[in-house]
């Protein structure tokens, strides 16, 4: 698609990453049949080819409206159009300079702008997040039903032993393989387990998971809700957070929320014009890996004894996030891995297309958000498993607050045939 660009986005990396990506695009549509917005509203803007030409246009200097936030908001970054993409057109990246530009010159209501400020503010910082968690759950009858069931935490209680969070042995604390361990900002208060049992399946790997505390939020909520310099300066911090234990020999960065994983990959190219920081961004994206990637090349020392052992019969359906299958393109591993330790997978039709979670999407447009995860839960539910199994926080508890089957993460169900 020609275009021309505005003299003074064309002197910017964001701008000429921006052209080059709206060249890619031929309207060819095949992104079409892959975009939840578009299968809900089915509206031309509502759609990656449409967003793009709404993009195009403020590339361009035509002003942008409130309609043209709407669309632009209504997208899920769910990048189910990339991977469908004949032409390899990087979607997300024009997304991010082309809302950034329309929030430049368009602004939100008060009870919007007051809205996204709490989120961005309270979401990302642990220490505030985490007792209000607590706060809610002490006075969950008093909540809505949908933001009670997001707060349960339906993880069934840990024994205590070698291989607890509270109980590493020194044989374990002593491997001479280190990993960083991301800790995130929302997952500690709603689901601590989620940590605790990667580091207990590392741990029989003889990789020792390593959490530091001045770690926080990996950036990627505030750099998507339009702050972009904020998200920067969230990376700059855990990057200063995490350097010194990478100077000294960390083999890799482990996340077990996608979201954050996606985020993390992308550090190199979202802070290549940061003098400072450049070189090390991009060596926290070269380290950075799923816990997938991790514990699937070490199945075979994992599942060595546990394959001798009697396995309960216990049907899960898996919901693999958009930000592992379309954000880091990792697609197979998790499932293989329940299956080697004895679950059996039901069919999930439709399983590209997003549950509705997407971040903060769920609470900035809870009405499209409702509909994505009623038509997911109807996937998952198809097969009728016992439990359901996701790879991020958000999906997790957006699912969660939609059924009562368990929902939980696939790392939580490995550790329990480990334990």
Known sequence: MQTTLLQSLRDTSAGREAEAVVRKCVHCGFCLATCPTYQLL???????????????????????T????????????????????????????????????????VRRPLLERLRRFL???????????????????????????????????????????????SGLDSRLRGNDRKVLLLQGCAQPG?????????????ARAGISAIEVPAAGC?????????????????????IDAWWPRIEAGA????????????????????????????AKAARVSELAKDLSEVVEAESATLFRE?????????????????????????????????????YELTPVADAHLCCGSAGTYSI???????????????ALGAGRPAVIATANIGCLTHLAAGTDTPVRHWIELLADRLA
């Not at 509502?46 to 035509?62: F, N, T």
């Not at 006075?139 to 809505?144: E, G, K, Q």
């Not at 990996?218 to 855990?238: E, P, S, T, V, Y």
Request: with cysteine; charged share 25%.
């Open 42 to 64: 089915g509206d031309e803007l509502d759609s990656p080819r449409g967003r793009i030409y709404l993009i195009k246009q403020v590339l361009e200097g035509k002003t942008p």
């Open 66 to 105: 409130a309609k043209t936030q709407i669309h632009l908001d209504r997208c899920l970054t769910c990048r189910a159009c990339e991977t469908t993409c004949p032409s390899g057109v990087e979607y997300h990246r024009l997304l991010d300079t082309g809302r950034a530009l329309v929030d430049a010159q």
């Open 119 to 165: 989120l961005r503010e309270l979401l990302p910082r642990r220490r505030l997040f985490t007792p209000l968690v607590r706060l809610g759950r002490l006075f969950r009858w008093l909540l809505p039903v949908t933001l009670r069931r997001q707060l349960l935490d339906s993880s069934p209680p840990r024994k205590r032993g070698p291989g607890s969070s």
């Open 190 to 202: 709603l689901r601590p387990g989620i940590n605790a049992a990667a580091i207990r399946v590392l």
């Open 218 to 238: 990996c950036g990627a909520l505030r750099f998507h809700m339009g702050a972009q310099d904020d998200g920067r300066d969230d990376m700059r911090r855990l």
């Open 251 to 278: 083999e890799a960065i482990v996340t077990t929320a996608s979201g954050c994983g996606a985020h993390l990959k992308d550090y190199g190219r979202l802070l290549r014009d940061d003098a400072v920081y450049a």
């Open 306 to 342: 546990a394959a001798r052992s009697p396995r309960e019969f216990v049907p899960v359906a898996f919901q693999s996030p958009c930000t592992l299958q379309h954000g880091q393109q990792i697609r197979g591993p998790v499932e293989l891995l329940l299956k080697a330790a004895g």
């Open 364 to 378: 900035l447009e809870p009405r499209l958000a409702a509909q994505l995860r009623v038509n997911k839960l109807a």
